[in-house]
Every structure is written in structure tokens, then in C-alpha cells.
């Protein structure tokens, strides 16, 4: 089955440790999205590709990071994390903007826990 | 500056009775609205969505429903079930990304 895949599940870090989440599809969708979503909080969006095209939100901190070397994979770069960053990270796609009417497809997430 | 608001974390219903969820939001410009329902474990998965330009779109035992006077979104289960029983997000569609509530935690008893 065409999926989002995110590696790994769990992850647990340093304080100050760089860490790299990944995240692979097999949807060919040509936008992928980071989310980080704390403890009864809403997901919030952190950077978007659309193709190549990086896109930063304006509130997302410098410590986070982002690649995506090719169609299929995207990357999570923090550089140095902190006990606020602890959080489940989410993965997610989609066709050009048709995602909006159909839908993001998301993978299962990767939660971090910072010590 | 909260866009989109779930003010319910969590309601309880009663196998085979409707379930109720909703959403305020504040930005008139979202063009689309959204539900996601998650399981433990597992990311968000698309369930039904809504265009800014319709007030009611139904799909099997969901429907969900817009006022865009009030800026409220709502989604209607019936008849609830067992599988029901996850965390569920409105989303909002703006600026081409979509912006999430708190999600509602339902548990459907049998």
C-alpha cells in the first residue's frame, strides 16, 4: 500500500543532542509538511516543501531544520534540542493542493522525548 | 492568537446515539474545513471535509456541517460505534496549509 513512513516510532535524545527524524512516502505527492504536535495541543505546522520549494512558517525556530534530497524523502533537523522540543513530530503529503479538499495523508509519527 | 478552537477535550456517548463534535474558528479566509480522526498510536487520517461555500456535506454515517455566520463547524456521527472511539481534529484550509483545533477525545460506550 502507497504510504507515509516515519522513522523511527520513538526517539530519545540529549539535551543539546542533534537529532534527525525522517520521513518516506511512496504517494509521489509533490508537497510534504513537518508538524509538531505537543501534549494536548493542536499540530502545528513548522515547514513545508512544495517540490523543492522550502517553505518556513514565521514562528518556527531556528533549531529546526528541514531536507528533502529527493521526491520521497523529507528530513528533521534539530540542531540542538530542548526539553520544550519534546513533542510527537508528524509527517504528512499531498498532491499539489488537492490535499485540500481530499486531505493530507500522514504518517504515524515519531515521538520525541528530550532528556 | 488561537485560529480554530475545540472547546469540548472530551465527550463520552452512548453506542448507537448521535455524536456531536465542534469547532469555532475566527478567520473568515479558509476556503476549506476538515475533520481528521486519530487513533492512539497512528496519525491523523482524513475523514470529511467541507467547502466554505457549502453548509452541509454528508458521507455515510458522517456529516458535517457549516455556519458561517456563527464561524462554527460541527460534525455529526450517527449511529455512533465502538470503532468511533479516537481523538478528532477540525481543520481549517488557509493560505494553502491547514491549521488544526485541540482535537476532541470521543469514547463511544457500549
Known amino acids: 500500500d502507497a504510504m507515509v513512513i516515519q522513522n523511527p516510532r520513538y526517539q530519545v535524545t540529549q539535551f543539546g543532542k542533534p537529532v534527525t527524524l525522517s520521513c518516506s512516502q511512496t504517494l509521489n505527492h509533490n508537497v510534504m509538511y513537518w508538524y509538531q504536535q505537543k501534549s494536548s495541543q493542536a499540530p502545528k505546522l513548522l515547514f513545508h516543501y512544495y517540490d523543492k520549494d522550502f517553505n518556513n512558517e514565521a514562528d518556527t525556530p531556528d533549531n529546526f531544520q528541514s531536507r528533502r534530497p529527493n521526491t520521497s524523502f523529507c528530513f528533521l533537523d534539530i540542531r540542538s534540542p530542548g526539553l520544550g522540543d519534546a513533542a510527537m513530530y508528524l509527517c504528512?503529503?499531498?498532491?499539489?493542493?488537492?490535499?485540500?479538499?481530499?486531505?493530507?495523508?500522514f504518517g504515524s509519527g515519531t515521538r520525541l522525548t528530550v532528556v | 492568537d488561537q485560529q480554530v478552537k475545540q472547546n469540548s477535550p472530551s465527550l463520552s456517548v452512548q453506542e448507537g446515539r448521535i455524536s456531536i463534535l465542534n469547532c469555532d474558528y475566527t478567520?473568515?479566509?479558509?476556503?476549506?474545513f476538515l475533520w481528521y480522526k486519530k487513533y492512539p498510536a497512528e496519525g491523523p487520517t482524513f475523514l470529511i471535509s467541507i467547502s466554505s461555500i457549502k453548509d452541509k456535506n454528508e458521507d455515510g454515517r458522517f456529516t458535517v456541517f457549516l455556519n458561517k455566520s456563527a464561524k462554527h463547524l460541527s460534525l455529526h456521527i450517527v449511529p455512533s460505534q465502538p470503532g468511533d472511539s479516537a481523538v478528532y481534529f477540525c481543520a481549517f484550509q488557509g493560505a494553502q496549509k491547514l491549521v488544526f483545533g485541540q482535537g476532541t477525545r470521543l469514547t463511544i460506550n457500549p
Open positions: 478567520n473568515s479566509m479558509f476556503d476549506y
Open positions: 504528512a503529503t499531498s498532491r499539489e493542493w488537492q490535499g485540500v479538499v481530499n486531505g493530507y495523508t
